[in-house]
Structure formats: structure tokens, C-alpha cells
């Protein structure tokens, strides 16, 4: 035997009399549909329906019912565990019958799908958050009394999902054991199931590389520093070139001078990847550049605390001598980001 209860999104419980027993039903913004069983067998179906009235979610796999009416709908899906939403046709077939259909998603999930529709209400039982409709890593939050939601997106997306934007495919950390031109270089994915290391700080030590830009620097978690490059036709190093560089805050010298390295796959030797260099000096006190990400410790300035942080660029607009530590910035996390 089942005793269904709708209720209004804004209740938070209410207490039933059932077969002689006090029962209290608790429905919370994350819980928008259930069931309580009770030891004899018996059980209240419930749904903390939310309703968006002249709309419907144009879903194709849905599945069509014919009911007696709106509650008759609603309770459909209250019964189905796997329902998210329902759509009702509020004008009877010929046999009196009403359209309802079940839907498996909703309009927080597949919110392009969802439009406005007259003659059609529809009903969804679930929270805007629930089944988290935020990719790449953003938060979901719940808004307008949970009918809708905004997601806050890590910094290399953007969109009402963070569906959009530059999308992470390379990340290092400061001081782990791998070498970055040798993980770079590598055809295998790393890492790529774990969700929580694709954000721009250095709390995780692991590496990320997608099977296949935008390169950036992050140091406590702020964005350093930024370069585009047109990757169009290019290969996993040859984007990282002098001739496809579209953005740099080396306006004053990079692009009219020379260098002796403008490399992804950099010096080998000195184990220095991601590298911009003007000139190597017979001591590496007149090593002079613009960018390094070095997994070597040949000279000091590669060493130097707080966190000896090898990621270093030139704070000035010019390349700078890498021993004048004041000019000098460096970083904890490199980042690489296409689109």
C-alpha cells in the first residue's frame, strides 16, 4: 500500500497520520523526491515538486504516459526513481486523457533543451545542484530559491556550465620528481581522472597532461603570467614558437631581438623546458632571458628559496639577467590551456 504526497518546494516538512502511526516526512532543497518504507511493508512516496508553468524541456528520450491529470502526472514521476522532471499537457487527448512525460534529466542538467511552451507546465524534482551541472571543475550554487543556479568557474573556463573557454591540458607543480620536457614529451595521459588537481594551485602534487594554447603562470593560486599562442596546424611543440606568439607582456624587445632558445622542448642539457633566452654568458651571472621552466639546478638563481621555484619569467617588459632576483618573478604552478 502507497500514499503519495506532493508538496510546494518552499515547505521543509510536514507530519502525516499513517495507518495509526505519527510519521514525519523531512524534504530539503537536496532532496526533492523519495520514499520512507515502513517495517510493515507499507511506504509514502513523496515529491517537492518545483513548477515552471508555459514551459517544457524539449527532451527526445522521454517517456509518454497518458494520466487523469496534472497530480496524476506528478506522481508518475514521484513514483519512478529514476525521473528528474516531468512535462504536462494541460489540454486533454480526445479519449480526456492528459500527456504527461517522464523525463530522466532537467532543466538544470539540459538547460538548452528548456523553453517556453503554452499549454504545457513543467514539474522537476530535483535541486538545481544536485546532479551538478557545472563542468570542468566549477562549483554549483543554488539561486532564486533553488529554481535556478550559477556555477563559479575555475579560471580557464567560463560560461553558465564552465563549458566554455580555455580547457586545461597541462599542468606542473614546483617541486615534484618529473622532469616537465619528458612528461610534456610523453604520448601517455596523466592524471586526467582526477578532477581535483585541474585548478591553479600547487596543493596537489601531481602533473596533468591531456592526450594532446595558452600558456600561464600561477603563483598562490594568481594568475602571473599569460601567453597566446596561434596553435593553428601546429604539433604538441611547435605552437610554442617566436612566429606564432600573438600575446606577451614583452612588448619592448621580444619580438625584435634574438634568442638562442625560443623552445618547448628547450636546453636538454640544462633540463630548462618552456624556454625564452637572449644569451648564455661563460657564468651563468650573465644568463639573460624571458621565460624558463627548469627541472635542473645548474645555477642559483634555479635554487633560490623561499621554495626554490623554477619557474621563473621577467617581471620587466624586456628579457631580464636571471641573477637580478629582483626583476625576476617565479611561479609554483604552469599551466597550459587550449581552445
Avoid at 521543509?12 to 511493508?41: H, I, M, P, R, W
Avoid at 535541486?127 to 575555475?154: A, I, M, Q, Y
Avoid at 612528461?183 to 602534487?205: A, L, P, R, T, Y
Avoid at 624556454?275 to 645548474?298: E, H, P, Q, R, T
Wanted: with cysteine; net charge neutral.
Amino acid at each position: 500500500m502507497a500514499l503519495h504526497f506532493l508538496f510546494l518546494s518552499n515547505f521543509l516538512y510536514t507530519c502525516l497520520v499513517f495507518l495509526g502511526k505519527d510519521v514525519t516526512v523531512f524534504a530539503t532543497e537536496a532532496t526533492y523526491k523519495g520514499a520512507v518504507q515502513f517495517s510493515d511493508g507499507n511506504f509514502i512516496t513523496y515529491a517537492n515538486f518545483v513548477p515552471f508553468y508555459n514551459h517544457k524541456l524539449n527532451y527526445s528520450l522521454s517517456e509518454t504516459r497518458m494520466v487523469n491529470g496534472e497530480l496524476d502526472c506528478i506522481e508518475t514521476c514521484s513514483d519512478n526513481s529514476s525521473c528528474l522532471s516531468a512535462n504536462f499537457k494541460t489540454t486533454p487527448e480526445a479519449n480526456n486523457k492528459f500527456v504527461c512525460e517522464v523525463l530522466t534529466t532537467n532543466k538544470f542538467i539540459s538547460y538548452k533543451l528548456f523553453v517556453p511552451a503554452l499549454g504545457f507546465n513543467h514539474y522537476s524534482f530535483t535541486s538545481p545542484c544536485e546532479h551538478n551541472p557545472c563542468k570542468n571543475g566549477g562549483t554549483c550554487f543554488e539561486v532564486n530559491h533553488w529554481r535556478d543556479f550559477r556555477c563559479d568557474c575555475l579560471p580557464s573556463t567560463r560560461g553558465r556550465t564552465c563549458s566554455e573557454g580555455w580547457l586545461m591540458v597541462f599542468k606542473m607543480v614546483v617541486n615534484i620528481v618529473h622532469d616537465i620536457q619528458e612528461v610534456w614529451s610523453s604520448s601517455d595521459s596523466k592524471s586526467v581522472n582526477k578532477s581535483e588537481i585541474i585548478n591553479v594551485d600547487g596543493s596537489v602534487k601531481y602533473f596533468y597532461k591531456s592526450p594532446r594554447a595558452r600558456l600561464a603562470l600561477y603563483d598562490n593560486q594568481t594568475l602571473v603570467l599569460s601567453l597566446v599562442f596561434n596553435a593553428t596546424d601546429s604539433n604538441k611543440t611547435s605552437w610554442f614558437s617566436k612566429n606564432r606568439l600573438i600575446q606577451s607582456p614583452w612588448t619592448e624587445d621580444l619580438q625584435n631581438q634574438q634568442q638562442n632558445f625560443f623552445s618547448l622542448v628547450g636546453d636538454l642539457t640544462a633540463r630548462r623546458a618552456f624556454f625564452i633566452n637572449k644569451v648564455y654568458n661563460n657564468s651563468c651571472s650573465g644568463d639573460n632571458g624571458w621565460l624558463m621552466a627548469s627541472s635542473g639546478k645548474n645555477c642559483s638563481y634555479e635554487n633560490r628559496p623561499p621554495q626554490k621555484k623554477a619557474f621563473l619569467y621577467s617581471k620587466l617588459n624586456t628579457s631580464v639577467n636571471w641573477e637580478e632576483h629582483g626583476n625576476v618573478g617565479s611561479a609554483d604552478v604552469l599551466a597550459v590551456f587550449i581552445r
